[in-house]
């Protein structure tokens, strides 16, 4: 299931996340319910027309999957930013030496 997070998640759980009083709360479990299709073949789905949903409950920890992914959001950022730094060191370095193997002194202007 992709998850998102709408703005007052993130607002609840900054709150109890930066309130000591409060701070227990961030791993409570809640109950939540919610719909998702029932995967049928192709066949089936054309012959019915209408597409099937089941009911899933279940409890999670809401606050604890939000500063997870806030957490990986954070790393995934900072890996594509030193990859692209690192991108250009190497781009940089080999056209310093392809123009010293050319010979060609550079002149700035």
């Known amino acids: 299931m992709k998850e998102s997070h709408p703005g007052y998640l993130q607002c609840y759980c ?3 996340k930066h309130d000591k009083k409060l701070k ?4 409570k479990k809640v109950a939540v319910s919610y719909t998702v299709p029932v995967k049928k073949d192709k066949k089936e789905r054309e012959d019915e027309g209408e597409e099937e949903t089941r009911q ?4 999670v920890t809401l606050c604890w ?7 990986i959001s954070k790393i995934l950022g900072q890996s594509v930013a030193f990859f692209i730094i690192a991108v250009n060191t190497i781009l940089k370095t080999v056209i310093i030496k392809l ?6 002194d550079t002149y700035s202007k």
């Open 65 to 71: 999957e939000y500063q997870k992914d806030v957490g």
């Open 24 to 27: 227990a709360e961030l791993k």
């Open 14 to 16: 900054d709150y109890l």
């Open 56 to 59: 899933v409950d279940e409890n």
């Open 99 to 104: 123009i010293q193997w050319i010979g060609e």
